[in-house]
Nanobody
């Protein structure tokens, strides 16, 4: 079993920055690829960043590429999402997720464990 707890969400103005954190406990964090997803009202949950178990490989969809950065600190069992130049369309609940595998996962079903989510609201 893995427990994931997100933090760092809040209200930010367009063009600003925000850093989300996800603290993991319950199993060997270093054996898990991780991802950040978001879900806006009335929309499907979408992947915004993924990182392999060792941090070497990352993935971003075009909607956030160049603005968001995912990183991890396996010594601290924590994964981060640095969000820069945020836009109103980034407003959503952001979820941290962990896989049972080492490599990147691109879709929600590839992830077994989920956090409770943290709200990010970008004002224009």
């Amino acid at each position: 079993q893995v427990q994931l707890v997100e933090s760092g969400g809040g209200l930010v103005q367009a063009g600003g920055s925000l850093r989300l954190s996800c603290a993991a406990s319950g199993r060997t964090f270093g054996n898990s690829a991780m991802g950040w997803f978001r879900q806006a009202p009335g929309k499907e949950r979408e992947l915004v960043a993924a990182i392999s178990w060792n941090g070497v490989n990352t993935y971003y969809p075009d909607s956030v590429k160049g603005r968001f950065t995912i990183s991890r600190d396996n010594a601290k069992n924590t994964v981060y999402l640095q969000m820069n130049t945020v836009k109103p369309e980034d407003t959503a609940v952001y979820y941290c997720a962990a896989r049972d595998g080492l490599n990147l996962g691109y879709y929600a079903p590839a992830y077994r464990y989920w956090g409770q989510g943290t709200q990010v609201t970008v004002s224009s």
